[in-house]
């Protein structure tokens, strides 16, 4: 059954620092989307994708983070200046934009 | 005003019975989806099942169905036969706009459910 890949499933790193997070989603899927959850918290989200451009974000998703899709395949989220606070799970989802969205299993994200 | 509200942050339930989880919603969209997520202690997000604003039917999948009560804007995830496997989060989840739109999903605050011996 096809499944939305991503890596790493944990990165440490320091505050600061760029990181970025990557994504494979569904071969065939249109709709590719950041949520991330904080510790215990709900999940909430970041932003959307689509015909390789933003179709929605939130007020979470400022200038320190960007997505870009380089190639047919990947889909990343980069954050450009972590900080304390931006430690989370992040889940990357995508969809055919029919019904559910399927998610990847995460990637936990420590800022130290 | 919260768009989804899950009353419960803790359920128990013993193995081999049944659980209802109860999820409140808030839109005054007329088309949208609401649905259900497991969440295990591994931390992936796993799709439980789904149930569309104009669909006349309970969503149903293997042990899972949703009561789906859409004057009191209540969808709640009910589970039978509860197994051990099925201690985790749950989350209620809703779709504003029709499917196909790619429109975002916003979550509850989850329910942690243990089941046990």
Same mark, same amino acid.
């Given at each position: 059954?096809?499944? &939305? !890949?991503? !890596?790493?499933?944990?990165? &440490?790193?320091?505050?600061?620092?760029?990181?970025?997070?990557?994504?494979?989603?569904?071969?065939?899927?249109?709709?590719?989307?950041?949520?991330?959850?904080?510790?215990?918290?709900?999940?909430?989200?970041?932003?959307?994708?689509?015909?390789?451009?933003?179709?929605?974000?939130?007020?979470?998703?400022?200038?320190?983070?960007?997505?870009?899709?380089?190639?047919?395949?990947?889909? !990343?989220?980069?954050?450009?200046?972590?900080?304390?606070?931006?430690?989370?799970?992040?889940?990357?989802?995508?969809?055919?934009?029919?019904?559910?969205?399927?998610?990847?299993?995460?990637?936990?994200? !420590?800022?130290? | 005003?919260?768009?989804?509200?899950?009353?419960?942050?803790? +359920?128990?339930?013993?193995?081999?019975?049944?659980?209802?989880?109860?999820?409140? @919603?808030?839109?005054?969209?007329?088309?949208?989806?609401?649905?259900?997520?497991?969440?295990? =202690?591994?931390?992936? +997000?796993?799709?439980?099942? @789904?149930?569309?604003?104009?669909?006349?039917?309970?969503?149903?999948?293997?042990? @899972?169905?949703?009561?789906?009560?859409? *004057?009191?804007?209540? $969808?709640?995830?009910?589970?039978? $036969?509860?197994?051990?496997?099925? =201690?985790? +989060?749950?989350?209620?989840? +809703?779709?504003?706009?029709? *499917?196909?739109?790619?429109?975002?999903?916003?979550?509850?605050?989850?329910?942690?459910?243990?089941?046990?011996?």
């Amino acid at each position: 059954e096809p499944e &939305v !890949t991503q !890596t790493p499933s944990h990165q &440490v790193t320091q505050m600061g620092q760029e990181v970025i997070l990557r994504c494979v989603p569904i071969s065939n899927h249109l709709y590719f989307y950041w949520y991330r959850q904080i510790l215990g918290q709900k999940v909430e989200f970041l932003v959307s994708f689509y015909n390789n451009e933003i179709s929605e974000k939130s007020e979470i998703f400022d200038d320190q983070f960007s997505v870009e899709r380089p190639d047919g395949s990947n889909f !990343t989220l980069k954050i450009r200046s972590t900080k304390l606070e931006d430690s989370a799970m992040y889940f990357c989802a995508s969809s055919a934009g029919r019904i559910e969205a399927f998610f990847g299993q995460g990637t936990r994200l !420590t800022v130290v | 005003a919260q768009k989804i509200t899950q009353t419960q942050p803790g +359920m128990f339930v013993q193995e081999k019975e049944a659980v209802t989880l109860d999820c409140t @919603y808030d839109t005054s969209d007329p088309s949208y989806g609401l649905f259900w997520y497991k969440q295990p =202690s591994s931390g992936e +997000m796993i799709f439980l099942i @789904y149930q569309g604003s104009y669909d006349q039917q309970n969503a149903t999948e293997g042990r @899972y169905s949703l009561n789906f009560q859409k *004057a009191r804007k209540s $969808a709640n995830l009910v589970i039978s $036969a509860s197994q051990l496997g099925d =201690s985790a +989060m749950y989350f209620c989840a +809703m779709r504003e706009g029709r *499917a196909g739109g790619g429109n975002k999903l916003t979550f509850g605050t989850g329910t942690q459910l243990k089941v046990e011996l």
